[in-house]
C-alpha cells in the first residue's frame, strides 16, 4: 500500500474539517506555525498542503491574515458544485418531483456508462427549480447504487444534494462533461415548466466526475431561459 506523505495527511486532515464544518466559511486555518507544531512538520510541508486546498477551491491566501476558507460555490460549466442555486442571482426554491429510487438506466444520457455503471443498479430523482415563484428547470439526476447508497431527498443538506455529497460523504465534484442542445419543450417538460409545448428551451445533458472514482453523476436538464438566464463561469 501506497505510504500517505506527511503533506497529503495534512491536507487531508485540513480538508475534512473544512468539509464538516469545523473550519466554518469566512473563517482563517490555523496559522502555519501552528500547523507546523500540530504535525510536528516543516513550514515547507504545511505550505504543500495549502498549496493543494488552494488549487482545489477551498481557502484563499490573504497577504498578512493566513488562510481563509471559501464556500464551495464556484461554479463549474454552467452547473455549480454546491447546486444550481449559486449560479444566479435570483430566489431559488427546490422541488423533488420524483425522489430518490431505483430504476433501469435511462437511454436519454448520451455519456457511456463504465462497465462497473453498467453491472450496478441506478438510482434517479428528479427535481424543478422555482425562480422567484416561476419553474424554470426540470433536473433529472442518475448514479449507480453501487458506488452510493440512495439518499433520501429529507436527508439533502439545506436541500442540495452536492452539499450533501461534500459534508456527509466527504466527496467533491472534481469536473464535469456537458452537452448542450436547443429544442422544443415537448409535452412532459411543457407541462412541468408551466410552458407551451412548442416553446424552446435549452437542454443540457452533464456526466461530474467525483473524488470518489467510481461515482459519476449524470444530469438532464431542460432549462427555460427566456427571462432567467443561466451564467457560466469556470473558477476550478
Known sequence: ????????????????????????????????????????????????????????????????????????????????????????????????????????????????????????PCVYFQRVRHINGTPVVLENNWYAKNALKVIGSNEFVEGSFFKTLSQDYLIEIMGAEQELKAKTAGIDVAKKLNIDPEDPILHISVRFRTSRPELNLYGDLYCHTAEYPIRNSYFL
Open 1 to 120: 500500500m501506497k505510504k500517505t506523505k506527511k503533506y497529503e495527511q495534512i491536507q487531508g486532515y485540513v480538508k475534512k474539517r473544512i468539509q464538516t464544518g469545523k473550519y466554518p466559511v469566512d473563517t482563517y486555518l490555523p496559522s502555519e506555525h501552528d500547523l507546523c507544531n500540530q504535525f510536528d512538520t516543516t513550514r515547507t510541508t504545511v505550505r504543500k498542503a495549502l498549496d493543494e486546498l488552494l488549487r482545489e477551491g477551498f481557502i484563499q491566501k490573504e497577504h498578512g491574515r493566513g488562510s481563509k476558507v471559501l464556500e464551495r460555490g464556484k461554479s463549474l460549466g454552467l452547473l455549480t458544485i454546491k447546486g444550481f442555486s449559486g449560479a444566479i442571482d435570483y430566489n431559488v426554491k427546490t422541488v423533488v418531483t420524483e425522489e430518490p429510487k431505483i430504476v433501469e438506466w435511462d437511454p436519454v444520457i448520451p455519456f457511456s456508462l463504465t462497465e462497473e455503471e453498467k453491472k450496478s
